[in-house]
């Protein structure tokens, strides 16, 4: 298996680990996407990678090629799913298959990192995302049009404190990597870890609202 496919499935294995140790309540709990808990987050990230084009672009005629709204007619399509089904089906898909797997499978990594946090960040269960995955994730974050994070990062330095990581020119925004993952991808609650004379810049791109991508 090829290194970002690799650590594609280990970021969902970790995810589906994580989901088990939930109780009911958090699944109906708020998420940093807004208005979606973390039922409707699990449910758009198991759902991607049975996605065919041609399901992907119905989807999009339907939602008026927006993406906040393809996401959530992808959502609303199964609503009365259990958590134990939707970890089922998480389980048994770790491998990127479909959409998910573009790009060597830098769509699964970026999306499974992301979304994880997501959950985890407002739930209070903080933890470190491997350094290796974390890389990958933030080289592709920066060209990956879903989430925006080309047009928030442009003209600035990014430069992640605790691992070997930065990219960019102008001025610089310092903070762990996995602050300048949430931030670009248009996390404001991130924002707050991080430094610099680019810090004030960055911040004034976040909204503080992020779609599911």
Sequence with gaps: MDTVARLARDERAD???????????????????????????VAHVVDYDAQRFRDL????????????????????RKPGRTPEELIARFEEHLEPRGLTSAFGGRVALLDG????????????????????RLR????????????????????????????????????????????????????AVALDELSGPGAAILASRVDGHPAAG
Excluded at 57 to 76: D, F, I, Y
Excluded at 113 to 132: K, N, S, T, Y
Aim: with cysteine; charged share 25%; glycine share 10%.
């Design 57 to 76: 672009l119905g989807q999009a005629v339907r939602g008026g090629l927006r993406l906040n709204r393809m996401n959530a007619l992808g959502v609303a």
């Design 136 to 187: 990958h994730a933030l080289a592709f974050a920066r060209y990956a049009p879903p989430i925006k994070a080309r047009k928030r990062a442009r003209g600035l330095r990014l430069v992640a404190t605790d691992l070997d990581w930065s990219s960019g020119a102008g001025p610089e925004v310092r903070g762990p990597g996995e602050a300048l993952l949430l931030s670009i991808a248009g996390r």
């Design 15 to 41: 995810f589906a680990a994580f989901l088990r140790t939930l109780s009911p309540e958090h699944w109906d709990a708020p998420t940093l996407c807004s208005e979606w808990t973390v039922r409707q987050v």
């Design 113 to 132: 990192i992301l979304h994880h946090q997501d959950i985890r960040r407002p739930l209070g269960f903080p933890r470190e995302v491997p350094p290796e």
